[in-house]
């Protein structure tokens, strides 16, 4: 191995650089400070959950991946490479398009629904109301309760035969008919994303709650003595202190709604004529029911690759809103 001169007549050798790339790596890592004993301990806690987290997620998921580029049977051990095939199924079965369109419906129309409703609600309670409390504990009470209550709970009350929306409609002299939200092709979506909504809306009372009660009051004062109505409030003060708040929940709404099962499994298990046949609903389908694993597995992964997209998207205009306030 050669050596090499360094000033002062000094030798070093390839071995010598390496071990000091090492101690720069690991200097790098754990610094060089008295707190040093602290980081490597501090790794050894950690260990055990990355340990974890690779077991029950990024297996799981490599596995995901792996599966989606096969032709699998879940039952039997066997498997067969098919390429892109299982990727190439969204535009050659119609009942898989129509999935993606479900599920495009689905997460639009719940989001922005709970959105809408959310902010109004939270902009009634940041008033000085005299319940307001009792109020806002009424208001929480659907996101505390679980799913399978709630959905149990509806289904009674849009039942044809025994609902109270059904019995009152027709004492009204609105309609003659038992009317089946639920049961017909038409309007189950919407009675899927209403009862998505009454359950998940006070989330967003939440977050906008919250943010509203740190605006300074003396920004209201300061645009009322300038003649400023409520719209003009609502629109150059309220909105633009919010916006990232906003921006934030709309985020987190999207990712929870888009790959949303159990309330639509459990309302109408994806009819009536898959009318509410979501992406999730499929991948259980096709999974549980048809025995293909590798295009269940396809399908799962375009659900991640475009709830990756649009997170990037969100995130990115996330941040631009901040700069612009800041």
Excluded at 31 to 56: C, E, M, Q, W
Excluded at 85 to 92: G, I, P, R, T, V
Aim: with cysteine; net charge neutral.
């Amino acid at each position: 191995m050669a050596d090499h001169a360094m000033p002062g007549g000094a030798q070093t050798s390839g071995l010598g650089r390496t071990q000091a790339a090492g101690r720069d790596w690991a200097g790098l890592i754990l610094g060089h400070g008295p707190n040093r004993g602290d980081k490597v301990l501090g790794y050894l806690f950690l260990l055990p959950s990355a340990v974890l987290l690779s077991i029950l997620v990024l297996y799981p998921f490599s596995q995901v991946i792996f599966l989606g580029f096969y032709e699998k049977d879940t039952l039997l051990p066997d498997k067969t490479w098919v390429g892109l095939d299982n990727y190439l199924a969204f535009f050659q079965y119609p009942d898989l398009a129509n999935a993606f369109r479900n599920t495009v419906y689905w997460t639009v129309g719940s989001v922005a629904l709970e959105m809408l409703v959310g902010m109004v609600t939270a902009l009634v309670l940041h008033q000085s109301l005299k319940f307001r409390t009792i109020a806002r504990g009424i208001v929480l009470f659907p996101y505390l309760l679980p799913t399978i209550v709630a959905v149990l709970v509806w289904k009674f009350m849009l039942s044809s035969q025994v609902g109270i929306i059904s019995s009152t409609i027709r004492q009204l002299g609105i309609g003659e008919a038992p009317l089946s939200i639920l049961a017909r092709p038409e309007t189950a979506m919407l009675g899927v994303i209403l009862v998505g909504t009454w359950k998940f809306f006070p989330f967003v009372v939440i977050a906008l709650l919250g943010i509203l009660q740190s605006v300074p009051s003396d920004r209201y004062e300061a645009a009322r003595c300038d003649g400023a109505g409520w719209w003009q409030e609502f629109r150059y003060i309220t909105i633009p202190a919010i916006l990232p708040v906003i921006m934030l929940t709309v985020l987190l709404r999207t990712i929870w709604t888009w790959d949303k099962f159990d309330i639509i499994y459990q309302l109408t298990g994806g009819g009536p004529l898959q009318a509410t046949t979501t992406m999730s609903i499929y991948v259980y389908y096709e999974m549980f029911q048809q025995f293909n694993q590798g295009r269940a597995a396809a399908v799962a992964m375009v659900m991640f690759l475009i709830m990756l997209t649009m997170t990037l998207v969100y995130t990115a205009l996330y941040d631009r809103a901040e700069r612009a306030q800041s």
